[in-house]
DNA sequence: GTCTATATGATGATAGAC
DNA sequence: GTCTATCATCATATAGAC
């Protein structure tokens, strides 16, 4: 793998683990097993190497979702598909955990790709939620975009509650709850 | 105002505007005005200060709840009042900040109020719901742990979502999402 | 109890050899 | 392109005067 790839996927991990404050570039350096000087040499410092990590980790995010979303079956299956996906739900979410560190959301460059990749999943979600509506699958009359916030906002609320636990269960409780809200919406 | 209650409250300031990490015993000092051997000969040290300030947080929390949990009306409404409660949303939540860090997560001491808060909470609405439930308020049939959890989870995850967007709005929506999942569980 | 030195290591970056 | 100095600053604490 060339060294830039190494860079920004060592960045991308410590990220995750440690956040933006909490990640220094000794320690990816360390982790991608490069010097000092070849770090400086591909990128500007920190906040830009960081701003490609994210980038690459937004794309990634949004694959996946993408591919529950546009799974088979009706709104209703896809949406529950989201929510139950496997996750690493101690580790909790790449993106989100962002939005909580003051100097990514205080810089443009590193707060820009944790707001789209939000924007574009409620959007998703509201469409296939819509989409739903339209067909009879799931009750009119409550905002789709509404509805999409809180899909997304229980999957995040689920990690911070995960990892205030230190277990996995509060995260599938919260799940659960959804998916029996979301139930009582099915006309089916 | 003691000196401790001025080192504890710039605490609980900064760990919620900072994080833990991003908070330091200069910071602390700085604005308490107060020096350093000060600060050194109330507490052990930062994580000692971060632990009496998270306990004073969680406390603060708790009360905060409990309040519109207790308050008048059918259960419905009592939990409805708790996900309306006016936030200072772009600032996040004081408790569920905490459980992104990893020091905070790794230090039983730290992360001890932090989980209490989430369980009490989380146990407190489920109480709320049972309630509803036994009174014929709500729908019987779903986990009022579950659906509790969800409820909490929407407001971390609403959090989450308008610190991403800086703005209030996505918050707002999650919120409205789970009002209306939630009014189709109610029986009146 | 509070203050001002002082110490040790980490952080984020630059300089310049190879 | 990559490496090893080197640097100024900050983080977290200890020591000891007052």
Do not use: N
Not at 22 to 44: C, L
Not at 72 to 96: K, N, Q, S, W
Not at 97 to 105: I, N, S
């Amino acid at each position: 793998m060339a060294t830039q790839d190494r860079l920004i996927e060592s960045t991308q991990e410590l990220l995750w683990e440690r956040g933006y404050v909490g990640t220094s570039p000794k320690a990816i350096q360390q982790r991608a097993g490069v010097g000092q000087g070849s770090m400086y040499h591909h990128f500007d410092g920190k906040p830009d190497l960081a701003a490609a990590a994210l980038r690459r980790s937004a794309e990634q995010m949004r694959a996946v979702a993408e591919a529950d979303l546009a799974g088979p079956g009706t709104a209703h299956d896809r949406v529950a598909a989201y929510l139950r996906r496997e996750r690493d739900v101690l580790r909790g979410c790449r993106i989100g955990r962002m939005a909580q560190d003051p100097e990514v959301v205080a810089d443009p460059r590193l707060r820009a790709p944790v707001e789209e990749t939000f924007d574009w999943l409620r959007g998703r979600i509201a469409e296939v939620i819509a989409e739903g509506q339209a067909a009879g699958d799931l009750r009119p009359g409550a905002e789709p975009a509404d509805l999409a916030a809180a899909v997304v906002a229980v999957v995040q609320g689920g990690y911070v509650l995960a990892r205030a636990a230190d277990s996995a269960e509060p995260f599938e409780r919260a799940v659960r709850g959804a998916l029996a809200l979301l139930a009582a919406h099915r006309t089916d």
